[in-house]
């Protein structure tokens, strides 16, 4: 059972480039997360999704879209990456309901932007 | 706008000794996560708080809930090297999506 996994792991790309992190989880979870990381600042929400077909902004947005077409993915693009998006991204999957489940999270993405 | 402050940032105590991280969140929120993270790694679910006075204890760790007091612990008893790690809290926002605003994090390191 492979959780959450995120590709790449790592990433190098030029001001100005765009890319997309893929996020897929077998667990068939309706609500998925993109979170980025930053020294000192714990785990920023971007962008959720409560379901195939849906998603919603977080805190932290803008510079990022999202797409959900399928359930087991969600899709983070960058359309003109900026240095200020250099960071590590955690995407993460939980249960559609109530009750104590966690959510679970990918091994993450290092991107660096130059 | 849920905001969350853990404390302390930085802990560093020796093996056997005891501390408690402390996490106050400004919103009413009934349910609080706990995650353990090593350097370089994913984020992994330490405990789940679902309610007011809800207390979790796994091996040496133990968390606990006043949901009144908007305020959670995570108590470490006869700390051991192996409990290096950073530790977040996250309350959860009321509404949709159990979205979750995390601390920034306390980061244990045990010595001998």
């Known amino acids: 059972n492979a959780g959450v996994t995120q590709t790449p792991k790592f990433r190098v790309l030029k001001t100005g480039q765009s890319m997309t992190l893929l996020c897929a989880q077998d667990?068939?979870?309706?609500?998925m997360y993109w979170y980025r990381q930053d020294p000192g600042m714990g785990l920023r929400l971007i962008h959720y999704s409560v379901g195939e077909g849906t998603t919603a902004k977080g805190e932290v947005p803008d510079g990022y879209n999202v797409s959900r077409l399928k359930k087991q993915n969600f899709l983070l693009g960058l359309e003109s990456a900026a240095p200020s998006q250099t960071s590590v991204y955690f995407c993460?999957?939980?249960?559609?309901?109530?009750?104590?489940?966690?959510?679970?999270f990918g091994d993450g993405t290092r991107l660096s932007i130059l | 706008e849920l905001k969350v402050e853990q404390n302390p940032l930085f802990l560093s105590m020796q093996e056997g000794k005891n501390y408690t991280i402390y996490c106050n969140y400004s919103?009413?929120?009934?349910?609080l996560y706990w995650y353990r993270q090593d350097p370089g790694k994913s984020l992994e679910s330490l405990f789940v708080l679902l309610s007011n006075g809800a207390v979790k204890q796994e091996g040496r760790l133990m968390a606990s809930l006043d949901t009144k007091a908007r305020l959670s612990t995570l108590h470490i008893t006869a700390a051991v090297h192996d409990l290096s790690a950073t530790y977040f809290c996250a309350p959860e926002d009321a509404g949709t999506a159990s979205k979750l605003t995390f601390g920034t994090g306390t980061r244990l390191q045990v010595t001998l």
């Open positions: 667990m068939n979870h309706e609500y």
């Open positions: 993460a999957s939980r249960y559609g309901g109530e009750g104590n489940q966690p959510q679970h």
């Open positions: 919103t009413t929120s009934d349910r």
